[in-house]
């Protein structure tokens, strides 16, 4: 099973909310966690790490305000795209380590901003 | 900046044939490096991780690694139709505690 549990799976909101995902590691401690963002037929893009506890950091064009990070426990990581608009509309995933140093990847959300 | 290139194929071989993926990347600090599989609109499943220059082999996959050269590959064995899909390498920035910059990615498409 999942060892990231990444929600919601799809998400359609209309343009000018804001939308949040949530992503939880199951049975361990995540003190950091990665989010990436994936336009069709792109790669991910890191956009931001967050660390529990204190201030997500974010990559060079990332708008930190636009993309609300929040790591308020141990195993509990969430990304909030405010106000979003069309060009939000993407697949986002998160990652982060866990036992053994191993990458685990959350099961990633499509949104679509209509 | 840091960068991973890969050619975005697509990248077409017959089933049972050798399918060669590969990527260079431009930090000669890196590490770590990995290559994942990744199907539409899912999450990327890893296939090999390396660290070290030579060859790693699991399965039917390889990767190899020339830290000298800044290139690292992936083959295939006796592909498969469902070996069909995007591969992505990927490199761990260092210190960056597993963070990694991804390549674009290359679709493999393997035809009966």
């Known amino acids: 099973g999942a060892v990231v549990s990444q929600h919601p799976s799809r998400v359609i909101c209309k343009s000018g909310t804001s939308v949040k995902i949530e992503c939880r590691s199951l049975?361990?401690?995540?003190?950091?966690m990665f989010w990436y963002r994936q336009f069709p037929k792109q790669s991910l893009m890191l956009m931001a790490t967050?660390?529990?506890?204190?201030?997500?950091?974010?990559e060079q064009g990332v708008e930190k305000d636009k993309f609300l990070i929040n790591h308020a426990s141990l195993t509990l990581s969430t990304l909030t795209v405010t106000s979003a608009h069309p060009e939000d509309s993407s697949f986002y995933i998160c990652s982060t380590t866990g036992i053994g140093n191993t990458i685990y990847f959350g099961e990633g959300s499509w949104l679509t901003v209509v | 900046q840091k960068e991973v290139e890969q050619n975005s194929g697509p990248l077409s071989v017959p089933e049972g044939a050798i399918a060669s993926l590969n990527c260079t990347y431009s930090d000669r600090v890196s590490q770590s490096f990995f290559w994942y599989r990744q199907y539409s609109g899912k999450s990327p499943e890893l296939i090999m991780s390396?660290?070290?220059?030579g060859d790693k082999e699991d399965g039917r996959f390889t990767a190899q690694l020339n830290k000298a050269s800044q290139y690292v590959s992936l083959l295939i064995r006796d592909s498969q139709p469902s070996d069909s899909a995007t591969y992505l390498c990927a490199v761990g920035i260092l210190g960056g505690y597993n963070k990694l910059i991804f390549g674009a990615g290359t679709r493999l498409a393997v035809h009966p």
């Open positions: 967050s660390n529990e506890g204190s201030k997500a950091t974010y």
């Open positions: 049975d361990f401690q995540a003190t950091t």
């Open positions: 390396i660290y070290s220059n």
